[in-house]
């Protein structure tokens, strides 16, 4: 029978606004988890290199726990889980925690490996100029790890992009969760699929091809700044 | 004037420094020389703070370096040090280089950070490479740059820890000739240094190190015509050859 199948793309045509919105909520997702796990990847990097137990420990739990469960897991700990002891979340706060959690526990372990590029004795000559040590990191070493870690977090980016996909077993109508309750209504399964693959596909070469753009912009000097 | 009382320093079970003191005048240059591994670099980083004793005491013009509540990066700012692997900031160019410390230490306005870098990187000879990155310079070069960066500061005192020691041989004499204008200049000048020559000729006084410990201190005419002590005397046979 599959020979004979014919496809009809007019539902789809027509939830065309719908799908749009989903890609939409996926992005926001994938660029705001990002960024907040950035941020807090920057300071677990810091807390695992510190040397100190009260610092390091916790930093290193969450980075293994992030890095060594599935995604979907955290987001059901979540989205179920969590409802046993606390308040429970809705699907947006718990999808976008979970991959908040995620995206700090690997950047930090790219944070991690781009540190371990660049001598310490770079920090010893920051510090030995009376530098603060914030000061230190923030016109010395961070200009430095921005070159080594830019493409590895342009990876990351891109796997949290996909990974809001999970947040269709919580219901929520990112692009993936649109598209599985539009193809239960209409029944035209495959098409939805084929366009909302193309669709991902179309954003993470965007998304490429926007970091290539900004390597361009963000590290002119990136070659010129080799070390020894 | 740099006093150090009988300073401690272990790396875990390792005693580097066994009770050393010695005091620095203003003005004057002192050579530290005495085989590798012996605790000259430690001495210097524990000077500017950089690193921490374990007993004793450093005192820079009556502060106590390592004393609790005392401002290292305040303290720092009139202690410049120079380092064997040049670290220069390989992002920056050597004007920026340069400008760092006055700008983001001293907070001095843009301009005048840079006007204090452009005459220090002048005083170097690096005049011409205001704007070339690390990468583009040659060892003596960035080594010239990181004394500047250091100068930019303006400075009551220099640690320069073997500062041409990583360098090819052709190069080591512009280092030495910037760091021999230095000490004519009046600058109160703590070296490190395996070129005996520098010791012999630009040195106020010399101090053989060994073993965690002084061995023996004194002008450096005497030192190198009749050291006191026989480990002296085969170092400097030892390295002289
Ligand atoms: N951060 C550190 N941790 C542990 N041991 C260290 C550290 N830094 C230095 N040491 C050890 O302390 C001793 C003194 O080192 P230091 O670098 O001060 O010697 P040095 O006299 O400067 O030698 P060189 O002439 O080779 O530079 C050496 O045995 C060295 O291995
Ligand atoms: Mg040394």
């Known amino acids: ?228 | 004037m740099i006093v150090l009382n009988n300073v401690e320093k272990r790396y875990g079970s390792l005693e580097v420094l066994k009770g050393v003191s010695f005091t620095v005048e203003t003005g004057e240059v002192l050579s530290i020389i005495g085989p590798s591994g012996s605790g000259k670099s430690t001495i210097l980083q524990c000077m500017n703070g950089l690193e921490p004793i374990q007993g004793g005491e450093i005192i820079v013009d009556g502060v106590s370096v390592h004393a609790k509540g005392t401002n290292l990066n305040t303290l720092r700012q009139k202690i410049g040090i120079v380092f064997q692997q040049f670290n220069t900031f390989p992002h920056l160019t050597a004007i920026q280089n340069a400008a760092l410390g006055p700008r983001r230490v001293l907070g001095a306005p843009k301009k005048e950070a840079v006007e204090r870098a452009r005459v220090q990187l002048e005083k170097v000879g690096l005049g011409d490479k205001l704007d070339h990155y690390p990468s583009q310079l040659s060892g003596g070069q960035q080594q010239r740059l990181a004394i500047a960066r250091a100068l930019a500061m303006e400075p009551s005192y220099m640690l320069f820890d073997e500062v041409t020691s990583a360098l090819d041989p052709g190069l080591v004499r512009e280092v030495l000739e910037t760091m021999k204008l230095l000490a004519e200049d009046g600058m109160t000048i703590v070296a490190v240094t395996h070129e005996m020559a520098f010791a012999r000729d630009v040195s106020t006084r010399v101090a053989y190190f060994d073993a965690g410990n002084i061995v023996e201190i004194g002008p450096a005419r005497e030192i190198f015509a009749n050291p006191a002590h026989a480990s002296t005397s085969a170092f400097l046979s030892h390295i002289q050859h």
């Open chain 1, 1 to 228: 029978m599959f020979g004979s199948y014919t496809f009809d793309w007019t539902p789809v045509w027509n939830a065309a606004p719908e799908l749009l919105y989903g890609a939409y909520v996926s992005l926001q997702i994938a660029v705001l988890t990002f960024l907040l796990g950035s941020a807090i990847a920057f300071f677990l990097a810091l807390a695992k290199n510190s040397g100190r137990a009260i610092l390091s420990v916790p930093a290193n739990a969450w980075i293994e726990v992030s890095r060594n469960t599935p995604c979907l897991f955290q987001i059901y700990m979540l989205y179920f889980g969590l409802g046993a002891i606390a308040p429970s979340l809705d699907s947006y706060s718990s999808v976008f925690l979970a991959i908040t959690f995620n995206n700090a526990g690997y950047m930090a372990e790219i944070i991690r490996g781009g540190l371990k590029a660049i001598p310490p004795t770079q920090t010893r000559a920051a510090r030995g100029l009376g530098l603060t040590a914030p000061r230190a990191y923030l016109f010395v070493i961070v200009p430095q790890l921005i070159p080594v870690i830019y493409f590895p977090s342009v990876n990351q980016f891109i796997w949290s992009l996909l990974n809001t996909s999970l947040g269709m077993i919580v219901g929520l109508n990112e692009l993936t969760g649109v598209t599985y309750s539009l193809q239960s209504i209409t029944f035209r399964t495959f098409e939805f699929f084929i366009v909302t693959a193309a669709l991902y596909y179309v954003m993470v070469k965007i998304v490429t091809a926007l970091g290539a753009w900004g390597s361009r912009v963000l590290l002119p000097n990136a070659t010129k700044g080799e070390r020894r």
